[in-house]
């Protein structure tokens, strides 16, 4: 679990703003997964990056979210104006290949005032 | 698509009361299965892949069996530090997509 690192850990936006989350995947892992958990309620894929492409983003919102895992750098999850209903954790993960076990950061609480 | 049902919801043991947690799954193309555990504020900790129907996996007080319909997490003996509640996910299809359950809350009461 401490391999993958996301920053911050909790966030506070108002509505409207943008909120940018950072994922360092493990040591030797090329491949990220965002996921995002409501309150009670379970992990919901939204996007698999590898560096520089997007394999799948087929759980993420048409609008307002986009993600990017660039050559160099952490994998970023942004959300432009932010609205009430994107306050949630957003958890980050990675693996080294396909079929591999994949492994989770701690998380990154979205708060929107 | 891909659907992944955990049962029960919620689970009362005593400590060292023994029990079994359930996640059936309908997928086309089962690539492997995982279980986390989750303690709350935290990321998921992973526990354990089983990739094909007979397949069992053990740690400490904790034992994964794979059917080709479900899967079982046997909890023996459990202490409350095990309280937490427990994920079970399926890799499936031409890419990484990973599939969670909604995942059962374990309480263990000394």
């Known amino acids: 679990n401490a391999g993958v690192m996301q920053n911050p850990r909790h966030l506070v936006r108002r509505r409207g703003q943008e909120a940018r989350l950072r994922c360092s995947p493990m040591?030797?892992?090329?491949?990220v997964y965002w996921y995002r958990q409501l309150p009670e309620e379970g992990l919901k894929f939204m996007v698999y990056?590898?560096?520089?492409?997007?394999?799948?983003e087929s759980g993420m919102p048409k609008e307002r979210f986009s993600a990017e895992f660039p050559k160099e750098g952490p994998s970023i999850l942004r959300i432009q104006q932010v609205v009430r209903g994107d306050s949630a954790a957003y958890f980050c993960?990675?693996?080294?290949?396909?079929?591999?076990?994949?492994?989770f950061g701690e998380g990154s609480w979205l708060t929107v005032v | 698509e891909d659907q992944v049902t955990q049962s029960p919801e919620a689970l009362r043991l005593q400590e060292g009361e023994s029990s079994s947690l359930n996640c059936s799954y309908t997928?086309?193309?089962?690539?492997?299965l995982f279980w986390y555990r989750q303690d709350p504020g935290k990321g998921p900790e992973f526990l354990f892949t089983?990739?094909?129907a007979g397949e069992e996996k053990e740690k400490e007080r904790l034992k994964a069996t794979l059917t080709k319909k479900e899967s079982f997490l046997h909890i023996t003996a459990p202490k409350p530090e095990d309280s937490a509640t427990y994920l079970c996910?399926?890799?499936?299809?031409?890419?990484?997509?990973?599939?969670f359950g909604t995942g059962t809350k374990l309480q263990v009461i000394p």
């Open positions: 996910a399926v890799l499936s299809g031409g890419y990484q997509k990973v599939t």
């Open positions: 997928v086309s193309g089962l690539r492997g």
């Open positions: 040591k030797g892992h090329s491949h």
């Open positions: 089983l990739y094909s």
């Open positions: 993960a990675s693996s080294p290949r396909m079929e591999n076990t994949i492994y």
């Open positions: 990056l590898q560096k520089e492409n997007i394999i799948d």
